[in-house]
Structure formats: structure tokens, C-alpha cells
């Protein structure tokens, strides 16, 4: 296959075909761009260790030419991100700024991975300027998919910062920006956001709307990660409205689906549901083992807020079970570490 037909099935989300032609092609001269676009097909397909992979190779195939190398590192950035490996987003989206500055080429992009990385360390206010910042730019160009995009990043800065109402707005505006833009992918991770935030903020009715309607979107892509995504957040949603086995399903569909990829902090918040779903039933042994998983599979990979989720519910679970003083010690434990980190977890008795 050509290199412009395999770009065109990476535009258009046909990711499973663009590798299948990549493999099918000769490099040739074209070695380090073929490269790059398997990792682009990786990581439109979910498998983001395998992206990274690629990256890496291209990175080294770039010999010097410094616009590549600079699209490979906003990848690498993108993936290191999406699996919680904080040092890596960092310093590749720091080297991605700089190549950025000294080129003058994907500027914006390079900034917005250098804010997301901020926001995944915990720099929420030096990420929260740099993004409205951008926002600004790009709404000034009347760019509506990078409108979209920084809209998206806005929306999930504020929901760590219990600021909901603020987060709801942004992720509203991040679905007509992404509307504009014909984007559909978008659109759906948009959903993706404002289902989050009103499930947490309690309009139960709506979030399960968004994720109904993100799950369409996606159930025909190449996207496992999204698919396992609407399936997980569903779950979630049906939880907290008490049905169950609904949720219980869900979250089984989810595990298969994060299972097979290699996104170990989310496969955590589902570990971490599928306890919640034993608690309420009753089942103390089976729910500790979903939270100890959940906490193995959070630890190291930039997940406060689900490390901190599974602290709490193992204090529950421990004065449930009537060893108070473990609870009580195992809760301390939790807000030390939620204050280190400055969330609000603890007062997400409701999620």
C-alpha cells in the first residue's frame, strides 16, 4: 500500500487497515515515516506500549531531521500520558516544546501535550493557564478541532478540581466545537468527559445519555480503548443508580476489553468497581480482592485519585468486616495521601 493510502486510513480511523498495509510495505528511504505511522496505528487501536515502541525506532530513524522527530516525541507523549508513565510524558513532551520553539512547527500540539503532562503530575494550575491560553489561539484561528481538543483537557482539569460546573461547560462546548469539526472521534470523547463529570456531580440521567450515545459512536472503530472506555463508564453509572448486574456485565465487558491492551490504570478503576459491586453485596473477602488488584494495578502509573479511591473503599471494607482500628488506621493512611496530592477524593462518598 502506498504511504498516502496508509495516511488516509490513519485520517480516517481505519487503524487495523493502516497496519495491515504498513506491514505490507516496503521501506525503502521511507523507513523512518513508516515507523511512525505504525505507532500512530497502535495507538489508534488502544495499544499504546506498542505505539511507544514505534516511536522510539522512529525518533532513532530521524537522523537529524528535526520536524519528525518532533512529531515522534508529541506521540510518545501521547502514549506515555494515556499509560500514566508521568516521567516519560514529561520529558517528551519537554524536549516536543522545545524542538517546537526552535522549528516553529506544531507549536500548539507540542504545547498541548506539554499542559497535559502538567495536568497528569499534578501542576494543575500551570497546566489550567496554558490551556485556556491555547484555547484563545485556537478559537482566535477558528481552529474547531484543537478548540475541541483543549476544551476536552479543560474539562477533566476541572473535575479533579471539583470545580463541576466549570468542567460540565467545557465538556459541552468541547462537543459543539467537536460538531463543528465533523469529528466524530471527538465528539464521542467528549461525551466520554461530560458523562464523567455529571455522574460524579450527580445528574445520573444525562451521564447515562453520554455514555449511550459516546457508545454508539465508537462500536463500529477500530478504537478498542474508547469501546472499553463507554463500557467501563457505563458501568459506573449504573452502579451508582443501583442496578447492579447491569453494572457487574459492564464491567466484565471492560476488563476483556482493557485486558487486551495495555492500560493498566484504567483495567484499575474497573477492578476497583467490580469491589464496589461485591461490597454492596455483601461479598467483604471477593471485594477485597478487586480493591488489592485495583491498588497493584494503580500504584506507579499517575492515578491519584484511584489510588486514593481504593484506600477509602478498603476502610470501609475493613470497618464493614469490624476491625475498626485497621479501618481507621487504613483511613488515615488514605487522607494523607489525598492531601498530599490535593484532591478531593475524600468527599467523593457518592461515586
Known amino acids: 500500500m502506498e504511504i498516502e493510502k496508509i495516511e488516509s486510513c490513519l485520517d480516517a480511523g481505519q487503524f487495523a487497515r493502516a497496519l495491515a498495509g504498513i506491514k505490507k510495505t516496503s521501506a525503502g528511504d521511507g523507513r523512518g515515516r513508516l515507523l511512525f505511522m505504525k505507532g500512530e496505528a497502535f495507538r489508534g487501536l488502544g495499544l ?27 506521540g510518545e507523549a501521547r502514549c506515555a500520558r494515556a499509560l500514566g508513565r508521568e516521567s516519560l510524558a514529561l520529558a517528551s513532551a519537554k524536549k516536543a516544546l522545545a524542538l517546537s520553539g526552535m522549528s516553529g512547527v506544531c507549536e500548539k500540539e507540542a504545547g498541548l501535550e506539554w499542559a497535559l503532562a502538567l495536568r497528569l503530575s499534578g501542576r494543575l494550575a500551570e497546566a489550567s493557564g496554558l490551556l485556556v491560553k491555547l484555547l484563545k489561539e485556537y478559537r482566535g484561528e477558528g481552529d474547531h478541532g ?20 466549570e468542567g460540565i461547560r467545557a465538556f459541552e462546548s468541547a462537543l459543539a466545537e467537536a460538531k463543528k469539526d465533523g469529528d466524530e472521534s471527538a465528539a464521542g470523547y467528549a461525551l466520554f468527559g461530560l458523562g464523567g463529570i455529571l455522574r460524579v456531580a450527580g445528574f445520573m440521567g444525562r451521564a447515562l445519555n453520554c455514555y449511550v450515545r459516546a457508545r454508539k459512536i465508537f462500536a463500529g472503530t477500530d478504537d478498542a480503548f474508547a469501546r472499553a472506555y463507554a463500557e467501563c463508564g457505563t458501568a459506573n453509572v449504573l452502579r451508582q443508580l443501583g442496578r447492579l448486574e447491569e453494572a457487574w456485565a459492564g464491567y466484565v465487558r471492560a476488563h476483556k476489553l482493557y485486558s487486551g491492551l495495555s492500560d493498566q490504570a484504567d483495567l484499575g478503576f474497573v477492578e476497583w468497581g467490580l469491589g464496589e459491586i461485591r461490597k454492596k453485596n455483601g461479598d467483604f473477602r471477593g471485594a477485597r480482592e478487586h480493591y488489592r488488584k485495583a491498588a497493584a494495578l494503580f500504584k506507579g502509573r499517575s492515578e491519584p485519585r484511584g489510588e486514593a479511591l481504593t484506600m477509602l473503599s478498603l476502610s470501609a471494607l475493613y470497618y464493614l468486616t469490624g476491625d475498626v482500628p485497621k479501618a481507621e488506621r487504613q483511613h488515615a493512611l488514605a487522607m494523607k495521601f489525598i492531601r498530599r496530592h490535593g484532591l478531593h477524593t475524600h468527599l467523593e462518598v457518592f461515586t
Open 48 to 74: 499504546f506500549a506498542k505505539a511507544l515502541e514505534e516511536y522510539s525506532r522512529a525518533k532513532r530513524a530521524a537522523h537529524g531531521d528535526m520536524e519528525f522527530e518532533l512529531e515522534a516525541l508529541i
Open 146 to 165: 484543537g478548540a475541541a481538543f483543549t476544551l476536552w483537557a479543560l474539562g477533566g482539569l476541572y473535575r479533579l478540581q471539583g470545580r463541576y460546573k
